[in-house]
C-alpha cells in the first residue's frame, strides 16, 4: 500500500471518531501547524499525529532526545504534504505520561476524544506502550509503538499464539527476547567467567516478560541463572539481592530496572 493512500485511510478514519473530553491539566503540548497555514485554504485539511511518551518522572530520560526529534519532523513537514493533489499541514501533540500507565491511557484517550487524532505515536517501556495502544485499539485509532520488547505488547495485552490476532488497530515494532539472548550469550561468551548470572528483574511488563522467555535461553546455553526475585519499581534498598549475589559467587550481572532503580542498586 503507498504512503499517500494510508494516509488517506488514517485522515477518513477520523470523521468515525467523535466526543470530546477536557484534556489534562498541561499534560498535552501542540506544536502547532507545521508549515504555513496560508497555504491551506480549508482548516480541515490537517493531518494530526499525537505523541504519548514519558517526558518526565523516572522514565524521563527516554524523552530526551524528543526535542531534536520534533525539531527535524518540523523541517520535514515544513510545507505540509501533497496527497493525491491535496494540500494537508501536519500537527504534533505532544502528551506526557509523567511514568504513570494509569496517566499514559488518560492521555491517549484525550488525545483521541478532545483533538481527533489521525493517527497515534508511542515509544519508552510497556508501562506506556501498552496503555495507549490498548486506548487506541478499543477507538479505532491507528497506532504506531517502540522501544518496548515485542514480547511484552503481544502477549502483555492478551494476544496467544495460533488464534487471530486481537489487534486490528495497533502495530508495534521493537525488538525481543531473542535478540537480548543471541547479544548476551555472544557476549558473555567471549570473558572467561564462572558463567553464574545474578538476574535483577522487577514485577512488571518488562521484568516478567524477560524472566520467562530470557532466562531459560541462557541456561540452555550453559549459564547458571541466580533470579533474586521480582522488586517493585522505585526500591530504595537491594541489600538483599546483593547479598544473595555475592553468596552465590555470581560474575555476571543482568538487570531490566526503570532507569532511576539501577544506580541504587549499583550504590
Same mark, same amino acid.
Given at each position: ?7 488517506n485511510q ?9 466526543g470530546?473530553?477536557?484534556i489534562a ?28 511518551v514519558?517526558r518526565s ?6 524523552g530526551q ?18 496527497i493525491?493533489?491535496?494540500q494537508?499541514?501536519?500537527?504534533? #501533540?505532544?502528551? @506526557?505520561?509523567q *511514568?504513570?500507565?494509569?496517566?499514559a491511557?488518560q +492521555?491517549?484517550?484525550? %488525545?483521541i !476524544? ?6 497515534m505515536?508511542t515509544?519508552?517501556?510497556p508501562?506506556?506502550?501498552n496503555?495507549v495502544?490498548?486506548a487506541?485499539?478499543?477507538a479505532?485509532?491507528?497506532?504506531l509503538?517502540?522501544?518496548a ?7 502483555g495485552?492478551?494476544?496467544?499464539p ?9 502495530y508495534h515494532?521493537?525488538?525481543g527476547?531473542?535478540?537480548f539472548?543471541? #547479544?548476551?550469550? @555472544?557476549?558473555? *561468551?567471549?570473558v572467561?567467567t564462572?558463567k553464574? +548470572?545474578?538476574?535483577? %528483574?522487577p !514485577?512488571?511488563a518488562?521484568?516478567?516478560?524477560i524472566?520467562?522467555l530470557?532466562?531459560p535461553?541462557?541456561?540452555k ?10 522488586y517493585?519499581?522505585g ?16 560474575e ?16
Amino acid at each position: 500500500m503507498s504512503d499517500n493512500k494510508l494516509i488517506n485511510q488514517f485522515i477518513s478514519r477520523r470523521h468515525f471518531i467523535k466526543g470530546a473530553s477536557t484534556i489534562a491539566g498541561g499534560s498535552i503540548v501542540s506544536l502547532g501547524l507545521m508549515g504555513s497555514q496560508s497555504i491551506f485554504a480549508n482548516p480541515d485539511n490537517i493531518i494530526r499525529i499525537g505523541y504519548v511518551v514519558p517526558r518526565s518522572g523516572p522514565l524521563g530520560v527516554f524523552g530526551q532526545g524528543d526535542e531534536f526529534l520534533l525539531a527535524q519532523i518540523n523541517k520535514q513537514f515544513a510545507n505540509g504534504l501533497n496527497i493525491e493533489g491535496k494540500q494537508y499541514a501536519v500537527e504534533i #501533540l505532544v502528551g @506526557d505520561t509523567q *511514568s504513570s500507565s494509569i496517566r499514559a491511557s488518560q +492521555v491517549a484517550k484525550d %488525545l483521541i !476524544n478532545g483533538n481527533n487524532v489521525d493517527l497515534m505515536l508511542t515509544s519508552s517501556t510497556p508501562e506506556t506502550v501498552n496503555p495507549v495502544a490498548d486506548a487506541c485499539e478499543a477507538a479505532g485509532v491507528p497506532c504506531l509503538s517502540t522501544t518496548a520488547p515485542w514480547e511484552s505488547f503481544y502477549f502483555g495485552r492478551g494476544a496467544k499464539p495460533g488464534e487471530p490476532s486481537p489487534f486490528k488497530w495497533t502495530y508495534h515494532f521493537c525488538f525481543g527476547v531473542a535478540d537480548f539472548a543471541k #547479544l548476551y550469550i @555472544d557476549q558473555w *561468551s567471549k570473558v572467561e567467567t564462572n558463567k553464574r +548470572v545474578g538476574v535483577l %528483574l522487577p !514485577n512488571d511488563a518488562d521484568g516478567n516478560a524477560i524472566r520467562s522467555l530470557l532466562l531459560p535461553s541462557l541456561e540452555k546455553a550453559g549459564f547458571s541463572i541466580v533470579d533474586a526475585g521480582p522488586y517493585e519499581n522505585g526500591t530504595s534498598d537491594f541489600s538483599q539481592q546483593i547479598n544473595l549475589f555475592k553468596k552465590e559467587q555470581c560474575e555476571i550481572f543482568n538487570t531490566f530496572p526503570f532507569p532511576p532503580d539501577f544506580p541504587v542498586f549499583w550504590r
